[in-house]
């Protein structure tokens, strides 16, 4: 009888201790599963089955939630860069490719209401569509040439439209550029002749400057030549042959002067003081 009641102590020993097992286990999953951990830069919004979707956002940290009845939803707050390219249609009907970059964030009061609304993934669904959409309305304001002398003015007008209707949907914008802009192959070669086009007239117009400043030249020296002959006629009316004399002993001393620097003449003095220059040939005075 002492036997079988020790053998009924142990077997009641050990169910207490698997009892005591069992609650330690569901008690620490029911531990578990009442908190949750918020990581920086992150928010959550809670879920509740009686209540739907509450209204304030729960911060960093670890809380607490009622098992089953409540269920968080962790949303990254912090500044995200979204890319995105649009091909729109100019004022002009040219069609350019744009490159869009944006840095974007959530409205952190808001988050419950764009949870209700657009769900986790809020920026992959709204911003793609708005940027796509406010591109080629504010492209369709401008000429293609435009695009490139206006840029910065085509870029605020971008940023400011972006930034309204990303407000609408609770998403802030901290900066929006663009990144790319590009042509068409056929307005890019339109754009290549047309320069070349300029340069060709650019030329021209520098030929005919050069020419335009040759003939005054041309009529300045020919005014200065006329103007010359006309006072050496005048001077010569006015002196009689005595200039025309000076200028005949002007001419001798340099054909004189020309000549005794060759070394096929010689010069001759004449008894009655005049000098006399003979052409004499190499071939001839050596024989």
């Known amino acids: 009888m002492a036997a079988g009641g020790g053998g009924q102590a142990a077997v009641s020993f050990l169910t207490n201790i698997a009892k005591a097992a069992v ?28 209540r739907g979707v509450l209204d304030d956002t729960v911060g960093e940290g670890t809380h ?3 098992p089953v009845l409540q269920k968080p939803y962790i949303f990254d707050i912090r500044t995200r860069p979204h890319t995105f390219t649009s091909n729109s249609g100019t004022k002009d009907l040219q069609m350019v490719n744009l490159t869009l970059r944006l840095l974007s964030r959530p409205d952190v009061p808001r988050l419950p209401t764009i949870f209700t609304s657009l769900g986790t993934e809020y920026d992959e669904k709204v911003l793609p569509s708005i940027g796509n959409e406010v591109l080629k309305a504010v492209v369709a304001q401008f000429n293609a040439d435009q695009l490139l002398t206006e840029r910065p003015h085509v870029s605020a007008l971008v940023r400011d439209s972006l930034i309204r ?6 998403i802030i914008l901290d900066d929006v550029a663009i990144t790319h802009l590009s042509y068409g192959t056929e307005f890019s070669l339109a754009v290549e002749k047309k320069q070349v086009a300029q340069q060709e007239a650019e030329r021209s117009k520098f030929l005919v400057a050069r020419a335009e400043q040759e003939r005054r030249a041309a009529v300045i020296r020919a005014e200065g030549e006329s103007e010359s002959a006309k ?27 020309s000549l005794s620097k060759s070394p096929n003449v010689a010069y001759i003095p004449t008894g009655d003081g005049s000098n006399m220059l003979l052409g004499l040939n190499p071939a001839t005075m050596g024989r």
């Open 23 to 50: 609650g330690l286990g569901v008690s620490a999953s029911l531990l578990s599963s009442s908190l949750y951990t918020v990581d920086g830069g992150q928010r959550a919004v809670i879920f509740d089955r009686f």
């Open 64 to 66: 607490f939630l009622v």
């Open 165 to 170: 209707r990303a407000r609408e949907f609770n």
């Open 231 to 257: 006072l050496i006629s005048e001077a010569t009316a006015a002196a009689g042959t005595g200039l025309i004399e000076l200028r005949k002993i002007e001419a001798a001393k340099e054909i004189a002067t």
